[in-house]
């Protein structure tokens, strides 16, 4: 197990036999990458179980998964950096390690600081729910769906009011309008004219009575005299300009009556087509009303499940920092325990740059010792295969070389011989013309002979005249001149062989 733990701390089993003393720093950083990825099993399991809802089985599994990855970075992170002892080279090659460090416990921490929290977060999520499903309710209600199913729903309640008898609008005519205004012009002229009646009546009896000026300014005389009369005649006057009203308006009224039989005969038959148009059209209404509502009920239906379901990881984290938002204790708290898993999980990096800031220890000067003399090895081996290749190198150019010159002498031979049978045949050519030439003349000269003979022997021996002529140069033979009418025979002089080069001859 020592041995294994140094393994995984980055030791080497043959140095660490001859740097034994170094086998416990080895062991402790084993033991900080171990921890590292306890706690990435653990963050892993927590994130997929109540993150994504996964089973423990399924999530611890997963998270063995994630720890094994997780020790395998952290393990190359430390390995990669080596034993520089150069602040600067140290500091630049750690930069981007700890960068990547960074982002693993940032990933890491993250569910645990989550589950620390659990409580909290799962209130403020229920609160956000809650908030999300009102807003998504109004957002509903003053959507154009909403609208238009609210607009059918009113137009089915007027068709069902009218087939219930009652119109929405109601019908009038000019006449109606006329004699409605007629009677309540009379019904205000008729009220006026009754209270000017009982003044008058009440003026008479005060003058009568003779009740003083307080009772409607009379005398205080009783009985009949010029005052009574003349009020009782007032009196008299208004009593028939109200009988003059009452009768007007009784024929007014006869005839808003009668315009109302009309508007309600216009009515009935208004109604009578609404309530026709309404039957016909009322139950596709209800049809379409009934489908776009469980539209709307299938939609509200599916935002409430959406919304029910969103407390993952995303909406746990938002609750967290929505918590911090409302409650600074909370949000320290909350700083504090993520900065601490956050530090936790960069512990491997961490140690290894503070390692390679102090002195060097007899386990890397072995290492480097042991590492500079296979490359002192490797180098001189190279030496030695390159010295080796270049011997092969110049053996290979020699025998390119003889191959070259070998070619060349056996090329300009060739040539030679080749212009010695030019020669050769040229020259054979030349004898076997020579002879074909003195045949032709021998056989010339007795076609000569034998026509001189018989030209003599017939004629005075004068020759023919000569018309011969001579072949141009040139043109590949030559022609002698005939003698006697015998034509010499034409010799054409060529030859079939080549000349060295390849030419014709």
């Not at 009102?134 to 209600?141: E, I, Y």
């Not at 003059?244 to 087509?273: F, H, I, P, Y």
Request: aromatic letters at 6%.
């Amino acid at each position: 197990m020592s041995e294994f733990l140094a393994w995984l701390g980055g030791g080497e089993k043959e140095a660490l036999r001859h740097v034994p003393t170094e086998r416990s720093r080895f062991t402790q950083m084993a033991l900080v990458l171990l921890t590292t990825a306890g706690l990435a099993v653990v963050s892993m399991a927590f994130a997929l179980h109540d993150g994504l809802k996964v089973d423990w089985l399924w999530a611890v599994v997963f998270g063995l998964l994630w720890g094994f990855v997780i020790l395998n970075l952290d393990r190359l992170l430390v390995l990669s950096m080596g034993s520089i002892r150069d602040r600067k080279r140290v500091l630049l090659m750690a930069l981007p390690r700890l960068g990547m460090a960074m982002v693993l416990a940032v990933v890491i921490s993250t569910p645990l600081v989550l589950r620390v929290f659990a409580s909290d977060i799962n209130v403020q999520i229920y609160t956000t729910q809650q908030e999300t499903s009102a807003r998504m309710k109004l957002l509903q209600a003053n959507s154009a769906e909403q609208d238009r199913a609210n607009k059918l729903r009113q137009k089915i309640q007027e068709d069902q009011e009218i087939l219930a008898g009652k119109l929405s609008r109601q019908f009038t005519s000019p006449q109606l309008q006329t004699a409605q205004a007629k009677v309540s012009e009379l019904q205000r002229r008729l009220e006026t004219g009754e209270e000017k009646a009982n003044v008058a009546l009440e003026a008479w009896k005060c003058e009568l009575y003779g009740a003083g000026e307080k009772c409607r300014k009379a005398s205080d005389k009783a009985g009949p005299g010029p005052l009574a009369a003349t009020k009782e005649r007032e009196y008299r006057q208004a009593v028939s300009a109200v009988r003059s009203v009452r009768t007007e308006l009784k024929a007014a009224r006869a005839a808003a009556s009668t315009a109302e039989k009309g508007v309600a005969d216009q009515q009935a038959e208004a109604l009578r087509k609404a309530q026709d148009d309404a039957r016909a059209e009322l139950p596709g209404l209800q049809a379409q009303y009934r489908e776009m509502e469980a539209s709307l009920q299938a939609s509200a239906a599916r935002g409430t499940t959406l919304n029910g379901n969103d407390d993952g990881l995303p909406a746990q984290v938002r609750a967290l920092f929505e918590l911090g938002e409302r409650d600074l204790s909370l949000s320290l708290a909350h700083l504090a325990v993520f900065f601490l898993f956050f530090m936790i999980e960069l512990l491997p990096v961490t140690v290894k740059i503070l390692i390679n800031m102090g002195p060097m220890s007899p386990y890397e000067a072995f290492v480097k010792f042991r590492g500079d003399a296979q490359i002192d090895e490797a180098k001189t081996r190279r030496v030695e295969a390159r010295r080796i290749e270049e011997g092969r190198s110049r053996v290979r150019v020699e025998v390119a070389e003889g191959k070259e010159r070998v070619r060349g002498e056996i090329e300009a031979d060739m040539r030679r011989r080749e212009a010695d049978l030019g020669k050769r045949a040229n020259a054979h050519v030349a004898a076997e013309m020579t002879k074909i030439l003195d045949i032709a003349l021998q056989e010339w000269s007795e076609q000569v002979r034998s026509r001189l003979a018989k030209t003599h022997s017939d004629g005075d021996g004068t020759p023919p005249p000569s018309h011969g002529t001579t072949s141009a140069p040139g043109d590949g033979g030559f022609t002698m001149p005939p003698v006697n009418g015998v034509r010499p025979p034409t010799v054409q002089v060529t030859s079939p062989f080549f000349l060295p080069d390849g030419d014709d001859l």
